[in-house]
């Protein structure tokens, strides 16, 4: 069954085209994760699926249906991006608000236990800090024990014990044909985590598919030996660092270049060849640059 | 989860958040009783001038609170993250209206118990059971234009000017409407168009309890201010929906 789905969905804000015909589409028990640089359109698209806003071309659809129906959304949980909660709320309070809207929600006890908030059940959503609110936030989406969740930035600003405290969750809730969408910043976040990864970069989705494809598509490998590094090879793209008498070669083609250093004649020693990781993939396909 | 679930849940939660303001709360319930103490207590020596000033600052009161929960609250709110936050719930927005709705109500209704409490302990009032009765039943029928007046303010204003905004609609519609000064002594241009207002149908139509009055033409005016704030409310209302979540 089709969870949510993006057909070839197009936005502009006034003459800024957001969205330049995005498809997507989630199923059961995937952990996806939507990446790509601020602005790409990664908000946009999540809005539209979550009926916060509506496409001008294509079509979005949750659980088959339109995401503007009260019944569709009772599958669904969505953490807020900003905090802004009624500061005179308290955290249980809240919790128990959002809870009353869903059939099977999970007890608010054993939601705030599992974000790491017993502590604070009792204390007013105003006076807690950021990362603290962020983990109200991250809760609040689960509470209902929806079938899908989307998690908006969900460790930014968290602390480290936190986010590790949310892996964990993200990993034991995506069983039973459970779902989770969830967008970061954080590479690592997206490569330990995730089933599935999607970029969209400048209103378009650049790819769809595992972490290891995408790592192997779009990965940089990386070679190092003690030497001198060779004069600039023409048509082959390389960035090369010297440390501490080794050369360093960040290449799509490291064939060419260890063909080259033989032809070359130039004297070498140690030489090693590695993946790169998922970050500089990353760059490469988003068109940034170390 | 049924809407009656909700409908408790959501009311909860408002009438938590507003307890918790009493810089707010107690305030906004004391002001028209605090009018009433300067400016009514000390002529209501006579049963029947008491009786007329309690309504009129009834009134006053009802108006005061629908005025800012609903023009001010939802100003302060329409833009605000937890807004966006509740459209991603399972919950139809006549929820939140009628949770909001009831909140003002009953705010309202506390606000004008309090004039009425000290109206009670300070003058010489003379209200039967029946006419208590026949009193709530007309502030809540009288109170709905203004329900939908405080929503056209919260739609159609933005948060900076809905408090201003109410405020002057507030208190010019209150002296204009002879809630402060009974209508016969309101001065040359207030006097003039004061029958046109809401404000002085709804004293109309309380005053009536102890008066003879001219009920139905007060009931056929306040019909028309409902029917024209509902209009302009629900314009205000698409306007934001469209531009907010287009």
Redesign the interface.
């Known amino acids: 069954m089709t969870y949510l789905e993006l057909r070839d969905v197009r936005k502009n804000f006034g003459k800024v085209e957001a969205l330049r015909g995005v498809s997507l589409t989630i199923g059961g028990g995937e952990i996806v994760a939507l990446l790509g640089p601020n602005g790409a359109g990664k908000t946009t698209s999540l809005e539209i699926g979550l009926g916060l806003r509506s496409a001008d071309a294509g079509n979005a659809t949750l659980f088959g249906s339109s995401p503007r129906d009260v019944a569709t959304r009772r599958r669904l949980g969505v953490t807020p991006q900003h905090s802004g909660f009624p500061d005179n709320l308290q955290v249980r309070e809240v919790a128990r608000l959002v809870a009353v809207h869903y059939p099977h929600p999970a007890g608010i006890d054993a939601a705030l236990t599992a974000a790491g908030l017993e502590d604070l059940a009792k204390r007013r959503i105003g006076t807690l800090s950021g990362g603290e609110q962020r983990r109200v936030s991250v809760a609040l989406a689960f509470v209902g024990n929806p079938d899908l969740v989307v998690l908006d930035e969900p460790t930014t600003g968290v602390d480290l014990q936190a986010r590790r405290r949310l892996w964990d969750q993200i990993a034991r809730y995506a069983v039973d044909g459970r779902s989770i969408l969830f967008t970061t910043h954080y590479l690592e976040e997206a490569e330990a985590l995730a089933t599935r990864i999607v970029v969209i970069d400048r209103g378009i989705v650049k790819f769809d598919g595992a972490p290891a494809i995408l790592r192997a598509r779009f990965g940089m490998r990386r070679l190092s030996y003690v030497g001198d590094p060779l004069p600039p090879i023409p048509a082959l793209v390389a960035s090369v660092d010297r440390v501490d008498g080794r050369t360093i070669v960040t290449t799509g083609d490291t064939d060419a270049y260890v063909r080259a250093l033989i032809a070359a004649q130039e004297p070498f020693a140690e030489l090693e060849i590695g993946v790169s990781s998922l970050e500089e993939a990353f760059l490469t396909m988003t068109g940034e640059t170390t | ?1 049924n809407v009656v ?2 409908v408790g ?2 009311t909860r ?1 408002m009438l ?2 507003l307890k ?2 009493p810089g707010y709360v107690i305030p906004t319930l004391a002001f028209p009783t605090m009018f009433f103490a300067i400016f009514a207590l000390p002529y209501a020596h006579t049963a029947a001038i008491a009786d007329s000033e309690m309504l009129s600052y009834m009134a006053f009161a009802i108006i005061g609170v629908t005025l800012f929960q609903f023009g001010v609250g939802i100003a302060a709110e329409r833009g ?3 807004e ?2 509740l ?6 927005p006549a929820v939140r209206f009628v949770a909001r709705t009831g909140c003002a109500m009953a705010f309202g209704l506390a606000a004008a118990a309090l004039v009425a409490l000290v109206a009670r302990i300070f003058t010489p009032l003379d209200f039967n059971a029946l006419q208590w009765l026949q009193l709530i039943g007309y502030a809540f029928v009288g109170g709905i234009p203004f329900v939908l007046f405080g929503i056209t303010i919260g739609y159609w204003v933005s948060a900076r000017a809905a408090i201003p905004v109410a405020n002057i609609c507030y208190l010019l519609l209150s002296f204009a409407g002879g809630l402060w000064i009974p209508p016969q002594y309101l001065p040359g241009f207030a006097a003039r168009i004061s029958p046109y207002l809401p404000t002085r149908q709804f004293g109309e139509l309380l005053w009536s309890i102890k008066a003879p009055g001219h009920v139905g033409q007060a009931l056929i005016v306040l019909a028309a201010y409902t029917v024209f704030f509902a209009a302009l409310a629900s314009v205000g209302y698409r306007r934001d929906e469209r531009t907010r ?2």
Request: glycine share 0%.
């Open positions: 989860m679930t909700l849940a959501h939660a938590t958040d918790r303001t605000r993250p937890w966006r936050y459209r991603t719930l399972p919950c139809p979540y287009a």
